[in-house]
């Protein structure tokens, strides 16, 4: 249950953000980690946790519509791991440390016009850069020059491939005109020109023994080649548009036969269908295609699949797809193992789902739900939508049951299930637009309701029996006209007697649970209402408007009871906390807000997002909670109030012995020791105290006792003196410090900030004026009184 202490501090452990935006994808070679193309940066996705642990690049959240980011074009990893080098679009190439991802150089591409691909050799000395202007040039990475300039290829660089053998090693690469060339990298000269494909060649790779090239294009055939002879040995109708290839051993026992594949040249393709097929393309067989494609074809019609890597070490495949997710495969059984999401577009809304809440359910700019297992944060795709899905619900007393609405008109029931991640147990389709409301029933899993633009709201029977349902159509109970604009969210109280609607009409509106009669109006609201949610513990429900204000309503009068003011934005979310003594909020300009209803205050501002926070979850015990905006970014916050206490009560704790030390080490005379102490607790007053205490037992023991000090210690105190010297009665402390200091400034042994010594120096110069000024007058006394000895002596 939630306590109802205050919360005080929430700090974010983690974020999901976007790693990967389309383009290149590099699987390092121990299996451990992706390197993903992500606008104007690469981000290092580790495999095992799910989460990105480094970047290279401009910045660790690049914006790809941002002037001022330079859009890595391409990139590669060196065989070794030790070396990266990117492709930048302003022209530039840079060299990156693989361990430290710090930028080791940069220097011009030379090429006319954008770079396509890049390739390493093995040993990392010789770069490789295809560009768009028909032309490969060859890099010596230890001097950064350019060694050679391979013409042949025409227009666009697609595929750029180092193959050594032994002491020689040839280039290949190809252009718009399908043709594959490849180079000696010593002497320049053409070795082999390949023509056999019709259309762009998207993929080439290398047999075991080097003896072959396997390629791969657009006209839906791979062909076999042998390199000695430059002639083609095998062409495969595929019947799809490939865009990848791997090699696999030369001896494989594929899932579902007992038979061991040996004596050939056994390749992976990946294409627009979204599976794996393995071939021998020695022998011309297909040997095997994936049955269970996780992958979904591009609405275009375009490519399913634009890389397929495969790792020996992992024993796995990874299949990236067209909307940026990463898939992989055991090599042993082609089930998916993990599943990883590079780009999420729009947040819209999430979900705890399990009775645990093991699992984060997000809806986004997608057809497909995304249900992440937190543990690993592993993710699954939830198909069945044909439209995005706008919002989703959990079903409080069952949690592994949660809901979702979509803009194709319908509502769907979900149930988590240990294999498939959660599959459809129920529909619903009597909408007439978009759905966009949705909520479960509080005291029992029985009815679910959903709003939609068409501004009608639904009541629906649940079955009892959920996990024995076959899928079937909901059964709707009840429906009524129920806004004059789109219907935003949903709530019902915690004992299912009431329903409240909110609406883009700037009002909420309270109904009966059991038919769905009206029962009240709020009414107050300037602008759209975006949520609502009842109390946990009063009777009061909780509404969040566009119009930058949370309403506090009264269920017995209608009446708004409380207006918190704070936003400077759009509230999207907000939620009970603290059994319904605080409340939480979220806002369109990426602001989370902590209030106390009593006293209708912010007590705490919290910062984690760039972009319109869409959804918000607090989990069941309030020690955490979740939020997603509209830059493609998930949060997960803790609260740490309880921590924080503890820290700053053994803070005082700490304090308090240590004050005590001091006043020891005062009574005792041991300055020296009472003085760094004191500069420690930033006790100023008490350095001052300490400071006249030395000064009187003469100059000597002060300089002694100052010379002591480290340098640190030495430019703290030289602060307090700065702010010593603003005031006459503490000016000659400051003064003399200051003296002390002088040489050791002078020579260059104590550096403080020039601001600090342009703040000393208009009151030093003050000081000297009035003591300049107060010796005239003295001298002035001192001449009046020797002129006045005479006429007094008379007198």
Request: with cysteine; net charge negative.
């Amino acid at each position: 249950m939630p306590s109802s202490k205050f919360k005080e501090l929430f700090e974010a452990e983690f974020s999901l953000k976007s790693f990967y935006t389309g383009g290149d994808v590099v699987w390092t070679t121990d299996g451990s980690t992706f390197l993903c193309q992500c606008g104007g940066s690469v981000q290092f996705l580790c495999v095992e946790s799910g989460k990105v642990n480094g970047f290279i690049g401009d910045e660790e959240v690049p914006t790809e519509d941002a002037a001022d980011v330079d859009l890595i074009l391409t990139f590669a990893l060196s065989p070794n791991n030790e070396q990266i080098v990117s492709a930048h679009r302003s022209g530039l190439f840079k060299l990156w440390n693989f361990q430290d991802k710090t930028m080791v150089k940069h220097w011009r591409s030379v090429h006319k016009g954008p770079v396509a691909k890049l390739a390493i050799t093995n040993d990392g000395l010789i770069l490789a850069s295809g560009g768009s202007d028909s032309s490969v040039r060859l890099w010596d990475m230890k001097y950064h020059a350019c060694t050679k300039n391979l013409t042949g290829i025409k227009g666009v660089c697609s595929v750029l491939k180092f193959l050594e053998k032994g002491n020689s090693s040839l280039l290949f690469a190809s252009g718009d005109d399908a043709i594959i060339k490849a180079w000696d990298i010593e002497s320049g000269e053409l070795k082999i020109s390949l023509e056999g494909h019709y259309s762009k060649v998207t993929d080439i790779i290398f047999s075991n023994t080097h003896q072959h090239v396997v390629s791969c294009g657009r006209d839906k055939v791979i062909i076999l080649w042998n390199i000695k002879s430059g002639e083609q040995m095998n062409v495969i109708p595929a019947y799809e548009s490939l865009e990848s290839l791997v090699i696999l051993p030369d001896s494989i026992t594929l899932p579902g036969a007992d038979v061991k594949h040996q004596d050939g040249v056994y390749v992976a393709t990946g294409g627009d269908r979204g599976v794996i097929r393995v071939w021998d393309v020695l022998n011309t067989k297909e040997l095997y295609v994936q049955s269970n494609s996780l992958v979904r074809k591009s609405e275009e019609g375009g490519l399913a699949l634009c890389h397929l890597l495969y790792s020996r070490a992992a024993s796995s495949f990874a299949l990236i797809s067209y909307d940026h997710n990463i898939f992989v495969h055991s090599i042993d059984t082609f089930i998916c193992t993990n599943q990883f999401v590079g780009y999420s577009d729009e947040i819209l809304d999430l979900v705890y789902v399990g009775e645990d809440e093991t699992h984060l359910a997000v809806a986004t700019n997608s057809p497909d739900i995304k249900l992440f297992t937190l543990s690993s944060m592993s993710c699954s795709l939830l198909t069945g939508h044909t439209g995005f899905v706008v919002t989703l619900a959990v079903a409080p007393q069952k949690p592994n049951i949660f809901a979702s609405a979509s803009k194709d008109n319908s509502v769907r029931l979900w149930a988590l299930s240990g294999k498939a991640g959660a599959t459809c147990i129920a529909s619903g389709m009597f909408h007439n637009s978009s759905a966009c409301g949705l909520a479960f029933s509080q005291a029992s899993v029985s009815f679910l309701l959903s709003g939609a633009e068409d501004n009608v709201l639904k009541l629906w029977k649940i079955p009892k029996k959920l996990e024995e349902h076959d899928g079937s159509s909901l059964m709707m109970k009840a429906s009524c006209m129920a806004h004059e604009k789109d219907i935003n969210a949903i709530a019902v109280s915690p004992n299912d007697k009431m329903v409240a609607t909110a609406s883009l009409d700037k009002t909420a509106k309270l109904w009966n649970f059991k038919d769905l009669a009206p029962l009240g109006t709020l009414r107050g609201h300037r602008r759209g209402i975006w949520s609502l949610i009842f109390s946990p513990v009063d009777q009061v429900v909780m509404t969040s408007s566009a119009d930058t204000t949370i309403k506090i309503w009264s269920l017995s009068d209608l009446s708004c009871l409380k207006t918190l003011e704070g936003h400077e934005s759009s509230v999207m979310k907000s939620a009970f906390l603290s059994r319904g003594l605080q409340v939480i909020s979220a806002s369109g300009d990426g602001l989370l807000k902590l209030w106390t209803i009593k006293t209708s205050e912010c007590t705490a501002s919290f910062d984690g997002h760039t972009g319109k926070i869409w959804a918000l979850a607090v989990s069941k015990d309030e020690s955490r909670m979740v939020t997603g905006c509209s830059a493609s970014k998930i949060v997960f916050w803790k609260d740490v109030t309880e921590e924080k206490q503890l820290e700053e009560a053994k803070k005082r704790q700490e304090k308090a012995l240590k004050e005590q030390e001091l006043f020891n080490l005062i009574e005792s005379d041991d300055f020296l020791s009472a003085l760094k102490l004191a500069l420690t607790l930033d006790r100023p007053a008490t350095v001052l105290n300490i400071i006249k205490s030395v000064m009187k037992r003469g100059s000597e023991g002060l300089s002694q006792t100052i010379l002591l000090l480290d340098q640190e210690e030495k430019q703290t105190l030289l602060k307090c003196a700065s702010h010593w010297n603003m005031n006459s009665k503490t000016s000659y402390a400051a003064q003399f410090l200051v003296s002390l200091f002088l040489e050791e400034i002078a020579c260059g042994k104590l550096k403080p900030p020039t601001s600090l010594v342009e703040s000393i120096i208009p009151y030093t110069e003050r000081h000297f004026n009035r003591l300049t000024q107060l010796m005239q007058e003295l001298y002035l006394l001192e001449y009046t009184k020797t002129i006045m000895k005479p006429a007094l002596a008379e007198t």
